[in-house]
């Protein structure tokens, strides 16, 4: 049974960041893929980051060069550390898994993915 556990999440200010894990268990990094999405009420849930099977990471527009996605094989961990954070970052992170290799935009689409955590949230003030 996959099981994905999130953490990391809370308030901060404006500017501030914030580092998410997500704790996988019956899930093998060396096959599969992850990623980090996020939701706020009234609109769909949106792809933040992922890693594809070659190990490379994928981000949305909005976060490019300020979020990294990162894996700690060793304790089966994904992470998303989170810079220069601004109130539109505000929202519920999920994590996600799936088992299979995906690559391209694929690796964002929500639908792509059938094991998440319960969320971890994040609001940032300005």
């Known amino acids: 049974q996959v099981q994905l556990v999130e953490s990391g999440g809370g308030s901060v200010q404006s500017g501030g960041s914030l580092s998410l894990s997500c704790a996988a268990s019956?899930?093998?990094?060396?096959?599969?893929?992850m990623a980090w999405f996020r939701q706020v009420p009234g609109k769909a849930r949106e792809g933040v980051a992922a890693?594809?099977?070659?190990?490379?990471?994928r981000y949305a527009d909005s976060v490019k060069g300020r979020f990294t996605i990162s894996q700690d094989y060793a304790k089966n961990t994904l992470f998303l550390q989170m810079n220069s954070l601004i109130p539109e970052d505000t929202a519920m992170y999920y994590c996600?898994?799936?088992?299979?290799?995906?690559?391209?935009?694929?690796?964002?689409?929500?639908?792509?993915?059938?094991?998440w955590g319960r969320g971890t949230q994040v609001t940032v003030s300005s």
């Open positions: 996600a898994a799936v088992k299979g290799c995906l690559f391209g935009p694929r690796l964002l689409f929500t639908y792509a993915y059938n094991y």
């Open positions: 019956g899930y093998s990094y060396s096959s599969d893929c």
């Open positions: 890693i594809d099977c070659d190990g490379s990471a």
